[in-house]
């Protein structure tokens, strides 16, 4: 169902009528259009906060595309931002421009103590509203968990808020903000991270944090399609998100198993078909499926490099009113089946060196929702899961987990009107979010140069107003 409201504040008298009563004016995002659309255009400016280990990484990475690029000067505190490299035009922030800045990018691992924090300001304060429409802001920090200094660490730890409150500030104008929390050493891992979060592919991600760990250096990929030849398994792929998942990931070069309920297996194989795809109809909470699945991955491709799992139901009931297969199917659906099939996948050395699984929580997960103690229950597992298998996997494997807020899918058309419009206003950019956004977000951690992320929790929500 289209956001008529979203379309009607963006016509000369809707923008009107909402300015004068005073209702949220969403602005139309601009999202991925085509595979070698570059990643960042227009003007950027990037800064440093003295001493930051990141900016010559950045730098290099801005300087190699059509954006023209600008590096902070003429303040103390962000001398460090001259090392953007030499195509990087110094621009004192003490006088005034009349440029906008599609993007806005500060290096911040410099920071010792909290009274580097000035740095931040410094850099933010002249240029915040320099930013111009469906903009970004990306904040790069250590990892506060790597800090052996309590003060350094609360330096770090203070860029989530203020990311956090930066989104809430510019998600008016479509514009989003977000920080990469990189452990020492990992600036060769950013790449794949930098390129997501400031491209329109990031277009309902904001006010969230990445944790960049170190890792072995990323292969080259071709950055059109990366996932070349690549297998991906997608869970619940007949509808939806799984159906966009299934797509994005077939756009990013590889060859999608999509699975689903037997009885979905008309819409399933008119997902697949075009993609070149193979279908697959299996229960997922059948005890047979985890050996099932795994059957058919070896006996189709010998192993598996991706594996999405995206499947997933809602049994609403308040709990006193909850009848137990209500609880038992919602559990075994968005938990329980997900360890199994990679326990399976594992057991039978089907997961590939470098391979990714990623997981989709929620945002109910997160905050809890009246009458979903059973979802929320299971989307809160699923984040559990994350974090503790992330410490185990090896050969190169990460897992990650996206929550979703508002989306526009079939399940959300179908709410009634007043908690559909609820929904979609409650975030900061004031709509729903595309099943594409997920996909996006999915595609970013199945990228070959994501082998740094692991353990991540990232919301696609346009910065919900509800949980974390």
């Known amino acids: 169902m289209s956001d008529r409201y979203l379309k009607f504040v963006n016509t000369p008298v809707g923008r009107t009528a909402a300015q004068s009563l005073g209702l949220p004016s969403p602005v139309n995002l601009k999202r991925w259009k085509r595979a070698d659309q570059p990643f960042i255009e227009g003007d950027v400016l990037v800064g440093a906060a003295n001493g930051s280990k990141a900016i010559a990484a950045v730098g290099s990475l801005l300087g190699a595309s059509p954006a023209k690029l600008f590096h902070a000067s003429a303040v103390d505190t962000l001398n460090d931002s001259s090392k953007s490299g030499n195509k990087a035009e110094p621009l004192p922030l003490n006088t005034d421009t009349d440029r906008k800045f599609s993007a806005l990018v500060f290096d911040a691992t410099g920071m010792k103590d909290t009274t580097d924090l000035r740095a931040v300001y410094d850099f933010f304060h002249p240029t915040i509203r320099k930013l111009a429409g469906n903009g970004r802001v990306l904040v790069i920090g250590q990892d506060p ?29 479509g514009s989003t903000a977000n920080l990469l929390w990189m452990a020492p050493g990992a600036e060769k891992q950013l790449d794949s991270s930098v390129r997501f979060f400031l491209s329109a592919r990031s277009a309902y991600v904001s006010g969230q944090v990445a944790r960049i760990g170190k890792s072995t250096e990323a292969p080259a990929t071709n950055p059109v399609a990366p996932l070349t030849g690549k297998v991906a398994l997608v869970t619940g792929a007949s509808r939806g998100i799984g159906a966009s998942i299934a797509e994005t990931l077939t756009r990013d070069g590889a060859m999608v198993i ?211």
């Open 145 to 173: 968990a790597t800090c052996r200094q309590p003060a350094k660490a609360a330096a770090h730890q203070a860029l989530e808020g203020f990311v956090r409150s930066v989104g809430k500030e510019v998600g008016k104008k």
């Open 258 to 468: 999509g699975l689903d309920i037997p009885p979905a297996m008309e819409d399933l194989q008119n997902v697949m078909n075009p993609l070149k795809g193979k279908a697959l109809a299996c229960d997922i909470t059948d005890e047979k499926a985890p050996v099932q699945i795994a059957d058919f991955v070896k006996e189709h491709f010998g192993g598996i490099d991706l594996v999405i799992h995206n499947a997933g139901i809602t049994r609403d009931k308040t709990l006193g009113n909850m009848p137990e297969h209500f609880w038992d199917m919602t559990i075994a659906v968005n938990l329980t089946a997900e360890e199994l099939i990679d326990e399976e996948l594992m057991h039978q050395e089907l997961l590939r060196e470098n391979g990714r699984i990623v997981c989709i929580s929620s945002i109910s997960g997160i905050a809890g929702n009246f009458g979903q103690t059973n979802y929320s229950a299971a989307k809160c597992g699923v984040i559990g899961y994350v974090e503790a298998m992330a410490k185990q996997v090896k050969h190169g494997v990460t897992i990650n987990a996206i929550a979703p807020g508002f989306i526009e899918t079939q399940m959300t058309a179908a709410m009634p009107i007043t908690i559909r419009e609820a929904g979609r206003r409650m975030n900061s950019l004031s709509q729903g979010g595309l099943p594409i956004d997920v996909a996006e977000a999915i595609a970013w951690y199945c990228n070959p140069g994501s082998n740094g992320v692991n353990g991540n929790v990232v919301r696609v929500c346009g910065q919900s107003l509800i949980g974390k």
